[in-house]
């Protein structure tokens, strides 16, 4: 069975902070996954992901993530660990991005 | 315990300084994330899911109060008010930042303490029984001989790049509480015939993905030879070990493919060699070390029988927290309390800046100023006056740390999995606290009697899932969270490896497979004494798997 072949988001972990951050359309980062830019086209995905990598000074660990355009149309994780990035840890829902609103 | 002296004050101190101009040419952009990692990771820094993870040793897991009172300092100034305690002994705190890590380790310098070696392909944290100087089923206290190993392997040069990680663990007492036989190394220290101390060493133990039982490879090892024999063994690992992929490269892997005979061999002629050259720590040293491990001047006034036990008939919270937290210790008067840090409904192993103080004060005022850490995540107040448990137990119900579980379903092991790892595959804590939720009523708990359920979030098996007497392994098949069910492990003397019973349960349904097993063992068991092991033992899987597969089972 062929993989279905999503959308990808960029993503990494921010320098200072740790937390997740998302490449967005502007190419600057964002802490928030629906303001992340959803890229069709695979060649640029990866061309972003370059560009994401050359920015050692302010993140670590970038890679590319499956991603689609939720029903509200911003983009949304397709991936349970996408998802638990988007949010922060389960045990404690006063810590994370879960915490922020 | 053990002081430091000025060679290791200035050694963590140079640590700390060398990581601190570390992070700071990460910061300035001189170093690349890919430089950077390696250096992180020698000193204890993860980058995980949400957040950087800062995992600090607790050598043997032993500490005073002032160290776990700068650990609660540690999580209030520079986390979120917490730390988890781990399987290896070790504390985490899961949220400092990149700027706050060497003033962290600088405060953990001020108290002897340090993140060195909590990670990498080095010999890793020193774990021992938790029990160690306290038990009453003691022969000797492993912790001189694990500080002293502590000491040897810190930064050893030849030993800083293995195949992979590197874990030794010991104890002094024939029941094992330190899984010896789980580890790369397991110490056990035994009498030979002539009633002189020394050591069996295993070797080739452990976890993960392939996990073994050690197998012993020396029966006796007079105290004198340890360092060069266990410098022995890692020097034919360091050579034989594979390297060439990372999924076989633990010892236990090279201990299986050459075989344990002629692993022996080459082990034995290494030691020849190393013994003629090698320089044994001076004997003042080694007395200094032991001198410093001699058990606290106990209170020698008798305990008040009559007294004490009125107070347990009168307060039934307490008599069954004695019952099931409470462990003989090797003087008469006095007690070892294991401090659950499984609330029901909580994460295993969490504990709160001011939970951590309440503990460190009880050290203090109750305890001769020591407290200890368990690979199960609870903390051990290893001598306490008997008298004085009925004022301790109502400190601890205060602080919330009084729950009456130790040893029973709720006392469960879980790694951090999903909710903070980078490598987990599913979550291993809501499935703890769901399991705890279902069997809230510690009656329940206590009339299903002793059982280990512990839980990974990943194959690598930080939760110990191959040695609970039910294991859970989460795992991400096609994209959903799905757990899979392995009985019989034990980590004990008497250690197993779980079998797997069969398919994976979804999130939903595990819960209620783990009742279904547990439902299924109230009904067979022959009396209370009958603990689930023991029936396993004796009835095999297949009943258990008809249990969790009743579908199956009937359309046989």
């Known amino acids: ?101 | 315990m053990y002081n430091y002296n000025q060679f290791d004050h200035d050694f963590v101190r140079n640590r700390v300084d060398q990581f601190r101009g570390q992070v700071g040419r990460r910061l300035d952009g001189s170093l690349t994330e890919d430089e950077f990692k390696p250096l992180r990771l020698m000193n204890g820094l993860y980058l995980q899911l949400h957040a950087y993870m800062l995992r600090v040793a607790i050598p043997y897991g032993t500490l005073n109060s002032r160290q776990m009172n700068q650990l609660a300092m540690i999580a209030e100034k520079w986390d979120k008010g917490y730390g988890h305690f781990t399987t290896r002994q070790n504390i985490q705190y899961n949220w400092p930042k990149l700027k706050d890590t060497p003033d962290i380790l600088d405060a953990l310098a001020d108290v002897e303490m340090h993140a060195i070696q909590t990670s990498g392909n080095c010999v890793r944290n020193v774990t021992a029984d938790h029990f160690a100087g306290a038990a009453a089923d003691e022969i000797e206290d492993p912790r001189p001989t694990a500080e002293l190993l502590r000491q040897w392997s810190m930064d050893h040069p030849e030993f800083q790049f293995l195949p992979r990680k590197f874990k030794i663990a010991m104890t002094g007492s024939p029941n094992d509480r330190a899984v010896t036989k789980a580890h790369d190394i397991g110490i056990r220290m035994v009498r030979n015939e002539n009633n002189e101390p020394g050591y069996e060493i295993l070797i080739g133990g452990g976890l993960g993905r392939t996990p073994m039982i050690g197998k012993v490879v020396r029966e006796f090892l007079p105290k004198a030879d340890l360092l060069p024999y266990i410098e022995a063994i890692l020097q034919v690992y360091n050579l034989h070990g594979r390297r060439d992929n990372k999924y076989k490269a633990r010892i236990k892997i090279l201990v299986h493919e050459t075989g344990i005979d002629t692993l022996r061999e080459w082990i034995e002629e290494a030691f020849e060699t190393q013994k003629a050259y090698h320089q044994a720590p001076p004997q003042e040293m080694i007395d200094a070390i032991e001198a410093q491990f001699q058990p606290p001047e106990f209170d020698t006034a008798e305990v008040d029988e009559e007294k004490l036990a009125d107070a347990l008939s009168s307060d039934p919270l307490l008599r069954s927290f004695v019952e099931t937290n409470v462990s003989q210790h090797f003087d008469h008067n006095h007690a070892i309390i294991t401090i659950s840090l499984k609330p029901i409904g909580g994460t295993p192993g969490d504990a709160t800046a001011d939970q951590m103080r309440v503990m460190a004060n009880l050290a203090q005022a109750y305890g001769y100023d020591e407290l200890r850490i368990s690979h199960e995540q609870n903390v051990i107040l290893p001598h306490v006056r008997r008298d004085d448990l009925p004022e301790i137990h109502r400190i601890l119900k205060e602080a919330g740390l009084a729950t009456a579980n130790v040893g029973l379903l709720s006392d469960m092991i879980a790694c951090p999995g999903m909710d903070y790892c980078a490598l987990a595959t599913a979550r291993s804590i809501p499935v703890a606290q769901e399991l705890s939720n279902a069997f809230e009523d510690l009656k329940h708990q206590q009339d299903i009697g002793p059982l280990k359920i512990k839980i990974s979030g990943c194959i690598n098996a930080c939760g110990h899932h191959h040695v609970g007497h039910i294991g859970i392994l989460g795992l991400d098949k096609a994209g959903v969270e799905s757990y899979q069910i392995t009985l019989g492990g034990d980590g004990t003397e008497t250690a197993s490896i779980g079998e797997r019973a069969g398919p994976g349960f979804s999130y939903e349904e595990i819960v209620p497979a783990v009742s279904r097993l547990l439902d299924l063992y109230m009904e067979i068991r022959e009396g209370k004494d009958d603990t689930f092991l023991d029936v396993y033992r004796r009835v095999g899987a297949e009943p258990f798997k008809q249990a969790l597969y009743p579908e199956e089972a009937e359309s046989v």
Request: glycine share 8%; proline share 6%; net charge neutral.
């Open chain 1, 1 to 101: 069975m062929a993989r279905i072949q999503y959308p990808k988001v960029v993503t990494a972990n921010h320098l200072l902070e740790g937390d997740v951050i998302y490449m967005t359309a502007s190419g600057k980062w964002s802490r928030k996954h629906e303001e992340a830019k959803l890229f069709e086209d695979p060649q640029e995905a990866e061309l972003a992901l370059k560009m994401a990598q050359g920015q050692a000074h302010m993140l670590a660990g970038a890679y590319l993530a499956d991603a689609q355009l939720g029903s509200n149309g911003k983009p949304e994780p397709v991936h349970f660990r996408e998802a638990f990035r988007t949010r922060g840890p389960s045990n404690y829902p006063n810590h994370g991005k879960q915490a922020e609103g």
